[in-house]
């Protein structure tokens, strides 16, 4: 097992009528700066929920968060928010609104000149208005942990900070305000709890056998759960089963001791930016070709889990690696979630052009868990996507 | 799933050489109060660590902590640490140091009369010192959570109170510190860990499967690494997975949502604060027994664990669930934990005698998930112990 340090500071409060927490929690003095997306939750009972709790505080409102949110949006909502000096961020949405306070927060707060060097060039930060969140969408995991992923339209680009100020103080879970979500979003999100797990997970052994366990009891959580909820979308335990399991997935706790891939994502945030495509989609392509690239690496750990989470029977381990990657993008495609570039009408050459030439103009890249993708390996991972 | 609160502010340092992190986490101003047992710490070398890391730091030391933690002892630090005008605690050493290291930070910052009745009554508590830990024995969990157990020798009495006051602000685990332990303690500290899971998991079903498999991989890990671990007491990931799946076992996040039994632990407690028996011992006395009394209520959840964590093909569920207490006791067994009164020389139907008499004698008791379990059946549980 690594050394390793953890510290996670949110207060979660999870369940059936938890938005009643909300006043209780919120600053009783300064103002404060309420954040939402496109409008879902004026449609389901959250808005108005959050504005009676916010009843005797002064706020004012940012709506408009786009998902995979904006560069240009948050630094007009930071104007607003030294423009009305707030004081507290509250976050009403799902991942991306969050991803967004929390850019927001460190923004407002920023002594540079250049908020985007938070980003681009990871510059440090002293301070960061307090967030607190209600959360309306289980994916990202950012209601319990400090990361924050935020895009530039004028650049394509997209990019991620972690801080221990963003930590939100409190995230409250109401697994009933996700029964009003498209089944795209849902999909979207199971999706993106499986791969933050697998990120963590499929790597080379390193004797953390209790953290393997953790995070196959997240995947299996997942695979289990999916056919049921997507049946039956108000079932409430899946509702709040596939909640928790997303927080879980990316709150820190499973990777403790773990060596980590990222590289995935770090491929799947360049498709986002460049195509559009949604964050989970972009995940769920690049997964499946990035194990078969990296195979002879992690076949261990892919047979591992076949037999574990997939119940494979199969004693071979290269067999059982393979019916690993078989299997999960068995799973993406069993829930309606596609996995070719092409299914998407994105050319997988052009598209491995782009991210060859993308990482080249950042002076290379060596991305996953042993460092050894290099721009051409992820040119040629998009490739067969 | 139930409704939750989760929040759990403590850092883990973990690994090897980490007592390095010590000294720049300690406060800058004000006198420590280092807490220490019996000295074992002071043969394995972790005394001179901690002391070289206090170097610059003002402190007093307050040595012979005992196991199960005794009021009278605590008092004595306690009269100490104000006399002193200590402003933190130093806790070195394992679970009962820590445990002793809350009481203190407790009492000696408590505005009523008598500090026992923080523990027998509840008290209410403003404030306490805060702590951090270097721990030198995987069990109790004390280490990342906000509970203390604390025994009173004028009254037999063994209670425990649990505030977020005294989460350590930060722990310090290094695997390596416990090579030195001897086989007694290693195998008590499996036992406690394991138990502290069982009281999480095995009650009855509330769909919390995740949680449910978190439960189950601390088990399975504890079961896999003990015939290693004792074989080889110098295995480093062993050490070090003990070590976390013990902090896991009782960080209150396996059982977020779910239904808690912890009758185990209160009958006993008692039997430990009668007969001084371990606690461990005491866990694995009662444990098997009290899984046969509610077995009607715990059935489906045993055969669960029976084919989850000890591979049991059974496929009727009243044996699989009677295969999960057999092979739970032959665990305890096989790591060398006896796990009847006789081991001890004691009467069982004395000691099931003294528990009615206790039990009545603080107006009854309703223990376990369903609080069924009345001083009459918790008699019955010891005599069949």
Known sequence: MENFVYQNPVEIIFGKGSISALSERLPKKGRILMLYGGGSIKKNGVYDQCVKALGKHDFVEFGGIEPNPLFETCMEAVKL???KKA?????????????AAKFIAAAAEFKGNDPWEILSKGAALESALPIGAVLTLPATGSEMNPHSVISRRSSDEKLHFSNPLVYPKFSILDPETTYSLPTRQTVNGIVDAF???????????????????????????????????????????????LMWAATCALNGFCSCGKIQDWGTHMIGHELTAFYGIDHAVSLAIVLPRLWLECFDSKKEKLAQFARRVFSSNEADNDKAAVEAVVRTEAFFNSIGMRTRLADYGIGASEAADRIRSRFASRGG???GERGDIDAERAAKIVSKS
């Open 81 to 83: 928010a030294k423009g």
């Open 87 to 99: 004081k507290f961020i509250l976050s009403v949405g799902g991942g991306s609104v969050l991803d």
């Open 195 to 241: 791969v933050h797990v697998m990120e963590q997970y499929m790597t080379y052994e390193n004797s953390s056998p209790l953290q393997d366990r953790f995070c196959e009891s997240i995947a299996l959580t997942l695979v289990e759960l999916s056919p049921k909820l997507l049946s039956n979308p108000s079932d409430y335990n899946q509702r709040a089963n």
């Open 365 to 367: 890249v060596s991305l």
